[in-house]
């Protein structure tokens, strides 16, 4: 039924955004301390705060995402490396 991999891929990922799209509730940025303290504060500085949690995610990500990128094509190109420098030495019995 299905030729190749890649539109099992597609299907899969666009049922899951179906998914996604269906059974969403609104995401809140916040701990139950945070949201404790800002109970009382206005609605703006409430936002303003989420949006400060949010921006406060880029630096890992902007950090990891490029070395996770760097690290998958490293595997793909190079399906046989195990990892291990080139002093290192196994002992076969």
């Known amino acids: 039924m299905w030729k ?5 891929t597609l299907v899969f990922i666009a049922l ?4 996604v799209l269906l059974m969403h509730s609104p995401a809140v940025a916040q701990c ?4 404790a303290v800002l109970s009382n504060s206005n609605a703006r500085f409430i936002r303003n705060f989420n949006m400060g949690i949010l921006v ?7 950090i990891f995402c ?6 998958e094509r490293d595997r793909t190109e190079n399906p ?14």
């Open 32 to 35: 139950s301390m945070c949201k």
């Open 80 to 93: 046989g490396s195990t990892g291990e420098g080139p002093d290192s030495k196994t002992e076969e019995r």
């Open 56 to 62: 406060l995610l880029l630096p890992p990500g902007s």
């Open 4 to 8: 190749t991999s890649r539109s099992r």
């Open 66 to 71: 490029p070395l996770f990128v760097v690290l």
């Open 16 to 19: 899951m955004i179906g998914v």
